[in-house]
């Protein structure tokens, strides 16, 4: 078999069939492509002709298809399965050789896999692919960590089959080892964040609003061709108006109120707990799909008397319009939290990542494509070193306008017993990011009262503990 594949594809399940046949359809890419299960390898091949693949029957054949440097990117399983691939081209790969996993890996791991695979001098690159079973097929944004050098190979590649924005390849490179992955997997918290709080305007618009789906429908249909403009709006509306042929109800009232998700969010809230950096938004979108899947507890739920009381709405179009600027404000805050998570992540590893370049590649090919990351991205190429999205001018505007209706909105929910735990957090973090003062001094001094902790004072320099019993002096403990 002639070595001319410039990059193999291991893992033939949807994905990794798409982005073979991506890669394929590149000028100048020919394609090795190996899987565990030769059935695979050759269904993908006959059913695509068309594709410069070279299939191979083993891994060594695999190997042996590839020019050097041999650049081979893994899409199967995470965990033990990826561990298993990587160890085989390991064993068989040279110096200078370059190991993708495009998978959605914990970066811990891939920190990890970086670390025991750089001494044999083979890069080892984990990264982020979003946009799903379409994206890898028709244009991902793509998330490289790994080294300088091995982006010089891999990146005019990666660049070939991205998707394009506003003339630009959604794809960079992240930063060292497990950056990608980490990015990308803060992108799949903003993702939760984005998806509970559109499905919170959708509730409180169906409950409060009495409207149908097909009506909700044309809302964000509207909602589309302004500030919200988004992918997961525009698939929102197509959902929303979809019939069931089975039943001939609205599809969306005939699906089971019960969401499971893959784990990419619960890692985004455990790494941020870690890191100290509160994403409140990310975490209550993943409480709620635990809570929808509490089925037992649901069910056997009192029929409280909760003391709600209806939401009166006396201009329909107003009511819409504050719904509208409500999810807005806080989409803004679940991105701010989003891009803080990974400016901290960067800050723990000795990250360079460049915050207005993440926000340009995730302009077109994933999930949470929308015309709103031009603006992160503005605000980053402006001050790089923004403490907080919230602060730039164009987004501290655009709060300050949504202000009233957010806070009519949350509350109108509460007292109607609607429920809106991202709004609710979102909002809440938000004036707990402008007060003046916080009730943790107060928690600072029970702290100290029951395990002398030790509180620091507004006054003067160091650390103090108050002999709570007795005489309740203060000394200091430095």
Known sequence: MNANANIGVVG?????SNLARNLASREGNSVAIYNRSP???????????????????????????????RIAIIMVQAGKATDAVITQLAERFEKGDIIVDGGNALYTDTVRREKEISPSGIHFVGAGISGGEEGALNGPSIMPGGTEEAYGHLGPILESIAAVAEGEACVTHIGSDGAGHFVKMIHNGIEYADMQLIAEAY?????????????????LETWNGGEL????????????AQVDAKTGKPLVDVILDAAGSKGTGVWTVQS????????????????????SSQAAQRA????????????????????????????????????????DAIRAGALENNWDINLGAVAKIWRGGCIIRA?????????????????????????VNAVETAASSWRKVVASAS?????????????????????????????????????????????????????WSGDKSEVSTD
Do not use: C
Request: glycine letters at 6%.
């Open 415 to 467: 007292l109607a017993g609607i429920p809106v735990p991202a709004f609710a957090s979102s909002l809440s973090y938000f004036d707990g990011l402008r007060a003046e003062r916080l009730p943790a001094a107060l928690v600072q001094g029970q702290r100290d009262f029951f395990g002398a902790h030790t509180y620091k004072r507004i006054d003067a320099e160091g650390s103090f503990h108050t002999l």
């Open 229 to 240: 403009e988004s992918y997961l709006i525009e698939i929102t509306s197509e959902v929303l």
């Open 39 to 69: 059935e695979k390898t050759h269904d993908l091949v006959t059913a695509h002709p068309e594709a410069n693949f070279i299939a191979s029957q083993t891994i060594d054949e695999f190997v042996g298809s590839l020019a050097k440097p």
């Open 300 to 339: 056997a739920a009192p029929n409280f008397s909760a003391g709600q009381t209806a939401w009166e709405i006396a201009d329909t179009e107003a009511f819409i319009e504050d719904v509208r600027k409500a999810l807005y404000a806080s989409k803004i805050v679940a991105y701010a939290q989003g891009f």
């Open 203 to 219: 509730d409180i618009l169906r409950q409060a609003g009495n409207m149908s789906p097909k009506e909700i429908s044309q809302v």
């Open 272 to 291: 941020s707990l870690d890191l100290g950096t509160p994403v409140s938004g990310i975490a209550e979108a993943v409480f709620a799909r635990s809570l």
């Open 371 to 395: 015309q709103f990351l031009n603006r992160i991205s503005d605000a980053y190429g402006k001050n790089d070193a923004l403490l907080s999205l919230l602060f730039d001018e164009y987004f």
């Open 12 to 16: 033939l399940a949807v994905m990794g």
